[in-house]
């Protein structure tokens, strides 16, 4: 496993590292789907402890995945090596009692909370888990002045900010000061690491590293859908509404994954490489942080982990998807 420092920070963390969404199982946020079916809580336990043993090193986490479930599954699975690991984890979209979940109080009272249930007396990142700080940004000094006073406490060691946007980012960055910004990433939507974009040069002129979710676009570069059959996912799944798991979307990216399967292979582990090496291809790229379920896809997903795409073969995926 190869390992990077994210930005100016002393984090070394594992190119490949993971993401725990999917530890939350089964929930919904403001009447809305927004967890994962088919998380046996045994099997997540088992794949955490397999990445441990081969050399992950950083898990993401956030309050809201599974209100707390998530980042108290995650403390048991780590159990003695829990202060080892680089432990990250957001705040921001649940809000509990509070007007807004960027209240700075809320923001205290969450990381107290985030910190018993992931068993530490520190976070190591923390972020804002999006770019939303109320109505003409009425939260925004107040809560990025909350962050510096946990980070001052020794409550977290370094800041995050998680947005969906490129103008939140433009916007957000000079503010937060954040040490590590987060997103999505990969082969279908590369839109915050693609070089020479403002985000980009953002980032290069601040030293911040960005860690990149979904480099698997949640299995859709795995092949594991198909437009003859289009899946059904239950109440409380994210994906239930998610129009990339439609006949439509799947029937135009399947042409595109069989030129893929062509030049690297058609194993789950060589698309799997293929992915989360192309994300990992970008300068500005700290590590990627798939989701997972168990200890299969964490195999699957180390089992090439030192084998990086070529200049030509970057070229040639991005030819395929830019047409």
């Known amino acids: 496993m190869k390992y990077r420092r994210l930005g100016s920070t002393d984090l070394e963390v594992s190119e490949i590292s993971l993401g725990c969404w999917t530890l939350g199982g089964l929930n919904w946020h403001n009447g809305q789907p927004s967890g994962w079916a088919d998380v046996d809580e045994d099997d997540a336990v088992e794949a955490i402890r397999y990445a441990l043993d081969h050399g992950v090193n950083h898990f993401d986490n956030a309050d809201v995945y599974g209100n707390g479930k998530a980042e108290q599954l995650l403390a048991r699975a780590l159990g003695d090596r829990n202060n080892k690991a680089v432990v990250a984890t957001k705040v921001g979209w649940f809000s509990g009692t509070a007007a807004h979940a960027y209240e700075p109080l809320h923001i205290r009272h969450q990381c107290e909370q985030s910190l018993i249930n992931l068993r530490r007396d520190h976070i190591d990142l923390y972020y804002f888990h999006h770019g939303d700080f109320g109505v003409n940004d009425r939260y925004l000094d107040e809560a990025a002045a909350m962050m510096l006073k946990l980070k001052e406490e020794g409550k977290i060691r370094y800041i995050g900010l998680s947005a969906y946007s490129s103008r939140d980012f433009l916007k957000l960055i000079p503010s937060v000061r954040p040490d590590v910004v987060q997103s999505w990433a990969n082969i279908l939507d590369d839109q915050f690491i693609r070089e020479n974009m403002p985000v980009t040069r953002l980032m290069r002129e601040h030293h911040i590293s960005f860690v990149a979710f979904s480099p698997l676009a949640q299995g859709l570069l795995l092949d594991r859908y198909s437009s003859k059959a289009p899946p059904v996912f239950p109440e409380g799944d994210h994906r239930r509404t998610d129009k990339r798991f439609s006949q439509a979307y799947l029937s135009r990216l399947e042409p595109k ?6 030049r690297f292979g058609r194993g789950a582990d060589d ?23 168990n200890k299969a896809q964490v195999e699957q997903n180390l089992a090439q982990a030192d084998k990086p795409l070529s200049g030509e073969d970057i070229r040639y995926i991005q030819d395929i998807f830019n047409a």
């Open 257 to 262: 994954m069989e030129k893929l399967k062509e």
């Open 271 to 293: 698309l799997s490489r293929v992915a989360l090496q192309y994300v990992l291809s970008h300068d500005t790229v700290g590590c990627v942080i798939p989701g997972f379920r």
